[in-house]
């Protein structure tokens, strides 16, 4: 049975590809633009296969370049849209991801990673410029769905990117989801919206990243950038997002995001049993990252165990959350399968659960990669 043929707000199975796509349809994405690339490629398959039964459009574009330039073209009209790749296709896309931001045109942008390699690129951005955009990572795929309609809301709301990071795991792992359009709370108007419906009246809207107002005789290049600069200061401050598991007593933190959040949650599980106080603290938003609550949370640890499937990205933020407070080191490490998307040997509860016995005994935990 299809998704236009089943039952409203059925409880179905579903792979993580389909069920983002059909979260974003639910949430009013009617435009979604993207390049064929493993493992977002049935995100996009399932956009295309579903957007023209809801009167929508979905293109298969020439490549990433073009795609995002699609999506930012529907999304200045007003339009809810989206697009996305794997890292190496977004990092074609750093150019008009910083020019978005700056025009403050709301997208919503997938990616679907091969591994937690692109941190930096989500949270600190390739294109040029001084912006960021709000990354939300999900560590299932009931996870994804409720972020891909909150990710249209943010959107919206702050009129700023968003960056869903998903991975293969969370793009190809089916889970039994129930979508349901969830209501965030009222939105403004989208009254900077280019629809046509003001040209050549002397009335029409401009949206650009190089703050040119209608009817100005120059540009104010300061007060554009501190505008924009105030603006996502509020962001750091409004949309924080973090889960806190076992901290209370715990004397090992371990910090993981994404799907090795799950990994690490099962190794806690088993290092509670065998007596050892392991707690876990997931940021879900990357960006803004939630340093107070971090902070909060490892107050009374002894020390705090970066997990990332990655040489190290995401400890530079721990670390600069936490100032010295607490001694930091990385359990993670390099590891992923021969085709590069991710799947390794640090996918392995017990394997984290050695690794988080060595950093609670003080012990040298190896660098390098996780094999």
Known sequence: MSAAESPPNQRRLMEGSEAIAEAAIAAGCRFFSGYPMTPFTE??????????DEGGHC???ESEIEAIGQAWGAAATGARAATGSTGQGLSLMQESMSEITRAEIPIVIFNMARGQGDY???TRGGGHGDYRHIVLAPESVGEATELTQLAFHLADQWRHPVVIYGDYLIAHTAEAVQIEKINFGPLPDKDWAVDGSLGGTGRSRNVNPIGM???SKGIDPNKFWQKLSDKEDRIQEAEQRFEVEQAEDAELLIVAFG???RFARAAIRDLRADGLKVGLFRPIS???FPAQALRDAASGCKRVAVLEQNAGQMIDDVQLSLLGSVPVVAIGGISTDAAGFGIGALLDSDRIAARAR???AGKPVPRGVVS
Do not use: H, M
Not at 43 to 52: D, G, M, N, S, Y
């Open 59 to 61: 293109i298969n574009s």
């Open 358 to 360: 060595d950093a609670y």
């Open 213 to 215: 107002e209608k009817g």
């Open 120 to 122: 930096f690129q989500a």
């Open 259 to 261: 799907t090795l959040a």
């Open 43 to 52: 995100v996009l398959e399932c956009f295309a296969k579903r957007l023209p």
């Open 286 to 288: 990357l960006w803004p």
